[in-house]
């Protein structure tokens, strides 16, 4: 009668041993972070993501793993933030416009002619006004890690684009920005929303005829290529905002946490550092090409655009800030 019992208990042991090894095992398993993003390896962008994956492959060797997909390899524009807010992935970087649906404050980067330059784009991200539109979306379930430079934005066209009139009648492609919509249309333009991996194929085909980007994006995707007219007017800065899922980062161990945040200021610091001469070995490059005509706006040139597109900030200051655009405009200022 004693033997039933004794195989009962072996069995009971031999059960629990084996679930305790299978704990043992996945708590021992990294933590996942799937870092997605829409552009290729050799853009600001692209070169963070890896150089982030990099130094926590050095440093959190079989506590994390980071496994980067560039170039919508994984998720396009559409579903980026939806495999967010599920934690399907962990990292993204998208342009501010992208999180228009999460806060009305990251509307201050599409403004046209805002910032004289990268300096000064930097000088604002790094304010306490800057900091703060990083925790804009945790209401919503998005923390804000650190804003990412990737270079001022330059206009493309099948037309030279000298004069604010213009742009009259032209199909510009937008990022999913209303301000960027509204501003399009203050020049008479017709604003056309477009994910970007659609970019090369909607100018090839005249869907859009003009469209706008950093010189490395530009480059990267060859949209140079098929546009008769590149102007350098520098007209708004490109930059990324690098998110996470907010129960994701809660969810860490506080020392993962600090050092990845230790990390991603690292990055952050490389990626703004990097941004300019990625984008000027972009412009030469594509100088280089011939395929396009060079034009460069003069500085009374953009006062005349920054006039045309001023007035289609009205509607939105409100929701921005008026003390954040204040404070926006004073970083042209200071040195």
């Given at each position: 009668m004693k033997y ?6 072996l069995?009971?042991?031999a ?6 090894g299978a ?9 996942l ?7 290729a390896?050799n853009?600001p ?10 130094l ?14 560039a ?6 524009d559409?579903?980026e ?8 992935v962990q ?25 004289n330059?990268?300096a000064a ?6 304010s ?11 209401d ?8 990412w ?7 493309t ?7 604010p009139s213009d742009?009259?009648?032209?199909k ?5 920005s ?22 090369y194929q ?8 003009a469209q706008?980007?950093?010189w490395?994006n ?12 590149m ?12 998110i ?17 945040e ?8 490389e990626?703004?550092?990097q941004a300019?001469?990625?984008n000027?070995k ?8 011939g395929?396009?005509e ?42």
């Open positions: 039933p019992s004794v195989r009962r208990a069995l009971s042991l059960t629990g041993i084996a679930l305790f704990v043992a095992a996945q708590a021992a398993d990294p933590i972070i799937k870092f997605s993003h829409i552009t390896d853009t962008k692209g070169q963070g993501a890896l150089l982030f994956k990099k926590v492959d050095e440093r959190l060797s079989g506590k994390v793993e980071v496994q980067v997909y170039n919508s390899s994984l998720y396009g559409g579903k933030m939806e495999a967010l807010m599920l934690n399907e990292m993204l970087a998208p342009a501010p416009s992208k999180l228009e649906q999460y806060t009305k404050q990251l509307q201050l980067f599409d403004m046209m002619f805002l910032f330059d990268m784009a930097q000088r604002f991200q790094n306490d006004k800057g900091k703060a539109m990083l925790k804009s979306m945790e919503k379930g998005i923390t804000g890690l650190a804003f430079l990737n270079g001022m934005r330059q206009l066209a099948n037309k030279p684009l000298i004069k742009a009259r009648g032209l510009f492609r937008v990022q999913p209303d301000l960027q919509a509204a501003q399009y249309s203050a020049l008479r333009a017709v604003p056309r929303k477009m994910s970007f991996a659609e970019i909607g100018l090839q085909t005249g869907v859009v005829n706008d980007n950093p490395s530009i480059y990267s995707q060859k949209f140079f290529e098929v546009q008769k007219y102007i350098e007017s520098d007209h708004a800065i490109g930059n990324y905002v690098l996470t899922n907010t129960k994701f980062w809660n969810s860490l161990p506080a020392d993962i946490r600090s050092q990845l230790e990390i991603v200021a690292e990055v952050t610091t990626v703004n550092k300019a001469d990625v000027e972009a412009k030469q490059a594509i100088i280089a090409s395929k396009v060079m034009i460069k706006l003069t500085p009374e040139q953009r006062d005349a655009w920054r006039d045309a597109v001023r007035p289609a900030w009205k509607k939105f200051e409100a929701n921005i800030g008026a003390d954040v655009i204040e404070a926006a405009q004073a970083a042209n200022q200071a040195q």
